[in-house]
């Protein structure tokens, strides 16, 4: 969710009403919560991010999806689509083909610089194809357009990001790995310092874990939030991490 001022908000996810479902909300104090007319090239797409830096420009983040050349999984890639909350109009539509996958989160700092983090998604071979190996992802918006970001590669997921200035942002996720023959995960902390991204070492959990959601009050105070898990048990309580830097 994305909140431009105390009486205009966008909140980007999945809301079925009737037989039509829509993708994005946005609020007002005169008409509450309501959902967003989308373009046809939102149809198939799926959004997960949203973020806002003025009243008239919007970024929101997802995937594509169609239909692979077997008809049994679906080909995704990461999809941006600007959008204007004060007309009610859509503009740039940006699809990253290059990369199979999906953008979860985005973050602006101004209407010419924007970060998204999320996972690429490499299909398996085999007959049929049923397997995926993801890696984290961060794209970049800068000159008018979306691409790749070049970090070092990072088995697993990017669920969440957050910039408080252009110069430094954060995101979180989690990293899969086996155990002992079980699948667990990891905390996934990423850096954007200095110009380039890097991984930050994290404690491991017990038990296994991730991040799944973020908030920055500033470059030196962040909060990220998320679960433990040992899968194929059940989700332990939930986990807080804080970084005070200097």
Request: one cysteine or more; proline letters at 7%.
């Amino acid at each position: 969710m994305s909140c431009i001022t105390t009486q205009l908000c966008l909140a980007a996810g999945y809301l079925v009403s009737g037989s039509n479902s829509y993708d994005a909300l946005q609020y007002s104090p005169a008409s509450g919560w309501t959902a967003i007319g989308e373009p046809s090239e939102l149809a198939n797409a799926d959004i997960d991010g949203v973020s806002c830096v003025s009243t008239t420009q919007c970024w929101l983040a997802g995937s594509s999806n169609a239909l692979g050349a077997d008809n049994n999984l679906y080909d995704q890639h990461p999809l941006f689509i600007s959008y204007d909350p004060e007309t009610g109009s859509w503009g740039q539509l940006a699809e990253v083909d290059s990369v199979p996958g999906w953008a979860t989160s985005v973050a602006c700092t101004s209407q010419a610089d924007c970060w998204a983090a999320g996972s690429t998604r490499d299909i398996v071979a085999g007959t049929p194809p049923q397997a995926f190996t993801p890696d984290a992802m961060l794209f970049h918006y800068s000159g008018g357009q979306w691409t790749t970001a070049i970090v070092e590669p990072s088995p697993g997921n990017l669920f969440s990001i957050q910039c408080p200035t252009a110069a430094e942002c954060w995101a979180v996720g989690d990293t899969t790995h086996k155990v002992n023959g079980q699948w667990t995960s990891e905390p996934l902390l990423e850096q954007y310092s200095g110009g380039r991204w890097s991984d930050v070492s994290l404690p491991v959990l017990a038990g296994g874990g991730g991040f799944d959601g973020l908030t920055c009050t500033s470059s030196t105070d962040c909060t990220a939030v998320g679960g433990g898990d040992s899968w194929p048990a059940d989700e332990s309580p939930a986990i807080v991490g804080r970084e005070n830097a200097p």
